[in-house]
């Protein structure tokens, strides 16, 4: 099975900075995509960054020019580093992995247990 580990949630004040790490280990064939979404109280979990194997990215518009996702396929880790924060940002803070794991030619999502991110006025 796949372990997707994070860490680096916290508590930080409004402007301040966090840098979230997810790392993913097992029996890992390839993984396409890595991201992190987020789920706030009262509402849908939603995608805050992904990136592909070959560096494409995605990023939601209400966290654009703030996040920068980076990743470093050879170690299967992917990192998000969130500056400017705002209120807004506080939630749980999930990595998401598309895996192929040995032994099952099929794609698909793995998820860490989350991180919380709190961000005070």
């Known amino acids: 099975q796949v372990q997707l580990v994070e860490s680096g949630g916290g508590l930080v004040q409004a402007g301040g900075s966090l840098r979230l790490s997810c790392a993913a280990s097992?029996?890992?064939?390839?993984?396409?995509?890595m991201g992190w979404y987020r789920q706030a109280p009262g509402k849908q979990r939603e995608l805050v960054a992904a990136?592909?194997?070959?560096?494409?990215?995605n990023y939601a518009d209400s966290v654009k020019g703030r996040f920068t996702i980076s990743r470093d396929n050879a170690k299967n880790t992917v990192r998000l580093q969130m500056d400017s924060l705002k209120p807004e940002d506080t939630a749980v803070y999930y990595c998401n992995a598309e895996a192929i794991l040995t032994g099952w030619p099929f794609r698909r999502a793995y998820w860490g247990q989350g991180t919380q991110v709190t961000v005070s006025s």
């Open positions: 990136i592909t194997s070959g560096g494409s990215t």
């Open positions: 097992g029996s890992i064939v390839s993984i396409n995509a």
